[in-house]
């Protein structure tokens, strides 16, 4: 017995093999998920030396895509011209909000009442309809840019601002090695925490270059949309497209790096580099064109923002959303210190935070470390109201990558639905069903839609 505790020998040592087991489990994953990626970063590198990214992605647009839908009926009219839907809705390509159950006229909700009324929030702020909609709006973002402008204009009453994309300007020999160099530089600063806990040697410097040159050389395939009606703007992001493997690379870029004064812990670096590339020219940036446009949309008026994507498009709304809560001054003032790194020149972007109606992702995956999440916590959910939502399936593997053992942590909070169509929220757990009711996920199932 030693200090008042009795030590049992037996269980010791199975205690201490568990936790060796544990740890060489934890070491095999990680060399595992490196080999992965690295793999992964090779092939894409290489097809898009030969130019072969972009063949295969206009192969999809303008074959596959066609394809389906001349075998499955799946067209959009616009402007008199039928536009084949892209493979990802080829099974359902409708559009219109569903129609009430029992019911074979009247929508579930109008789109332009949009964000709806407040006291059909509930206890932690979420709304269904609000959800609902916004998952529409993130269904079109996979459509070309002709046909999300017809649906939004057409079938939802609501203005269509913009499409915005990434320049798809390559950098010059300098600014790779300049951008290698910055690259390796920042995601040297993260790898000794990472592997703090884990029994594995650190990536090699041929290693660490050899990420940071593929990081440098391709250039992200980023896709945004905004819309806007009497109450709201709508800012929502295209996730990972199947043939655009240039996406690919923005999801398998797993280092995660720092942005001391923009971003608070460390971020996934394929999603930061697809928000903000160029890194040595941020004015051209996706981010920046974002926020130009929202300043303008939300100057003069009372008009909430909303904020959603899917799958590689939840994540940069996770990133999206942490870097407008970084520069605002609510942030400035509660954790002062120099905003360094980002030169973002947009005349009140420090003000787009307190216009925030509410964040919601969905299927979204890790998108950065502890801190990182924790200052999310502190942003968007200190309140009795929350700002932003997590909406999960229960067995979809995206919300679970990139592995916890990197360093990712989620931010809450979670709404998942499970398989037999039950809705939970992350408090309550599997043992209590949500406290807000299943009208969305019962009248879709057993109604049709508006089209």
Request: hydrophobic share 40%; glycine share 6%.
């Amino acid at each position: 017995m030693v200090g008042g505790q009795v030590f049992n020998k037996p269980v010791l040592m199975k205690q201490a093999n568990q936790d060796k087991w544990v740890s060489n489990y934890e070491a095999w994953q990680l060399k595992i998920t490196r080999f992965t990626v690295r793999q992964i970063g090779g092939l894409i590198g290489w097809l898009n030396v030969l130019q072969l990214t972009n063949f295969i992605s206009y192969l999809a647009t303008n074959l596959v895509d066609p394809f389906l839908a001349w075998v499955t009926a799946s067209y959009i009219e616009v402007d008199n011209a039928k536009l084949p839907v892209s493979f990802i809705n080829d099974v359902d390509p409708a559009f219109g909000v569903p129609i009430a159950k029992e019911c074979t006229v009247n929508q579930l909700y109008s789109p332009q009442d949009f964000p709806f009324d407040p006291k059909e929030y509930d206890v932690n702020g979420l709304h269904e309809f609000v959800a609902h909609f916004l998952c529409l709006a993130i269904k079109v973002s996979y459509e070309q840019a002709a046909i999300v402008e017809h649906v939004v204009t057409s079938k939802w009453g609501w203005k269509y601002i913009e499409h915005i994309e990434t320049d798809q300007q390559p950098q010059t020999a300098s600014d790779n090695r300049r951008l290698e160099m910055n690259v390796l530089d920042q995601r040297n600063t993260r790898e000794a925490d990472k592997l703090r806990t884990v029994c594995v040697r650190p990536k090699s410097i041929q290693e660490q270059l050899y990420s940071a040159q593929v990081a440098a050389k391709l250039i992200p395939d980023t896709n945004a949309f905004l819309m806007t009606n009497k109450h709201a703007v709508v800012l929502f992001f295209r996730g990972t497209e199947p043939a655009k493997l240039l996406e690919w690379w923005s999801d398998a870029d797993l280092d995660l790096v720092k942005e001391e004064g923009v971003i608070h812990g460390s971020v996934h670096a394929g999603f930061y580099e697809a928000l903000f590339y160029p890194l040595l020219d941020t004015q051209h940036s996706v981010f920046q064109k974002i926020c130009l446009k929202l300043v303008a949309a939300l100057k003069d008026n009372n008009k909430k923002l909303f904020i959603t994507g899917h799958s590689l498009g939840a994540a940069l709304t996770s990133v999206f959303s942490h870097v407008l809560a970084s520069l605002s001054t609510e942030a400035q003032a509660r954790f002062p210190g120099p905003r360094v790194n980002i030169k973002i020149k947009v005349p009140g972007v420090e003000s787009l935070f307190s216009r925030i109606g509410a964040v919601y992702t969905f299927a979204g995956p890790l998108a950065g470390d502890r801190d990182f999440a924790a200052f999310m916590v502190d942003m968007y959910g200190n309140t009795s109201k929350r700002k932003m939502f997590r909406i999960n399936h229960s067995s979809d593997i995206v919300p679970k990558v990139p592995p916890p053992i990197l360093g990712y942590r989620h931010h809450p909070l979670e709404y998942f639905l499970t398989y037999d169509g039950f809705m939970y929220s992350e408090p309550q757990g599997y043992n209590t069903k949500s406290l807000i009711s299943t009208t969305i996920i019962k009248t879709v199932s057993s109604s049709q839609e508006v089209r």
